[in-house]
C-alpha cells in the first residue's frame, strides 16, 4: 500500500461513523489469534455492508466466507426486517469457537446460523430464498458458488462478491501456476456475460462485484 493510499483510507476513517467497541475487540483478537488476520474485512467493509442491508432491507442472507465473523456481524447491524437472518458458511472448524464466541457477545446467536464445512457441500442444504449473497470464499470456487446459489437468490436479489481484482492481478499477465487469479479472470468473464444479472464493480479495497438477479 503507497503512502497515499494509507493516508486516504486513514482519511476516509476520520470522516465515517466510528467502530463500535465489540467490533474493534473482535479486529483486535483477529490480529492477535488468527493466521492471516488482513482476510478480516474491516471497518469500512463492515460499514459498506451495513449500510447496503440498510438499503435493501434483506430479510434472508447468505454469506460464503465467515473468517472471525466480522462481516456477518457488521451485515446483521444492519437488519431491521423482523425474523431477518443470516446463513454464513466457514469450512474452518478449528476457528467455530472463536466465530461464536462474538457472535454471543454480539448477542446475535439467534440472528446468525453458522455452517461449517465446505460452502460446495453446504449450499446444496440450504432450503431457502435469499435477499442478499455475499462471497468472500475460496476464489478457485466463485463460479462454483455462483452457479449454486443463482436459483437460490431472488428475483431482484443481490450478489457481492469480494476479492475480484485480486491486487491488480487481474490486469497482469497471468503466471501459469497462478489458480486464483485464473479462476478470478473467468469469474469476471462469466459475469460480464451474464444476462440474467446487471453488475457493476465498486472499486474499493479488492474490488467487489456488485451483482443485481433481474
Known amino acids: 500500500m503507497t503512502d497515499f493510499s494509507i493516508d486516504l483510507e486513514q482519511y476516509i476513517l476520520k470522516h ?18 488468527m493466521l492471516q488476520p488482513r482476510m478480516l474485512s474491516g471497518h469500512v467493509q463492515g460499514q459498506i455492508l451495513k449500510m447496503i442491508c ?49 457472535f454471543n457477545k454480539a448477542g446475535l446467536q439467534d440472528v446468525i446460523d453458522l455452517h461449517i464445512g465446505r460452502a460446495i457441500d453446504v449450499i446444496p442444504t440450504l432450503n431457502k430464498k435469499y435477499d442478499l449473497i455475499f462471497m ?31 491486487g491488480g492481478k487481474v490486469v497482469q499477465k497471468l503466471q501459469p501456476n497462478d489458480t486464483y487469479t485464473k479462476e478470478i479472470i473467468a469469474f469476471n468473464k462469466m459475469i460480464k456475460e451474464d444476462d440474467r444479472v446487471e453488475k457493476v464493480i465498486l472499486p474499493f479495497r479488492d474490488g467487489i462485484f456488485l451483482i443485481r438477479k433481474k
Open 16 to 33: 465515517i461513523d466510528e467502530e463500535s467497541e465489540l467490533l474493534k475487540e473482535l479486529n483486535r483478537q483477529t490480529h492477535i489469534k
Open 54 to 102: 440498510q438499503m435493501i432491507n434483506p430479510l434472508n442472507i447468505l454469506e460464503i466466507g465467515t473468517f472471525t465473523g466480522y462481516s456477518a456481524i457488521s451485515m446483521a447491524m444492519g437488519l431491521s426486517k423482523e425474523g431477518a437472518h443470516i446463513d454464513t458458511i466457514e469450512v474452518n472448524d478449528e476457528m467455530e469457537a472463536f466465530i461464536r464466541s462474538f
Open 136 to 166: 468472500d470464499a475460496d476464489k478457485r470456487e466463485y463460479r462454483a458458488y455462483y452457479d449454486l446459489v443463482f436459483d437460490k437468490l431472488n428475483k431482484g436479489g443481490f450478489i457481492l462478491a469480494d476479492n475480484i481484482l485480486w
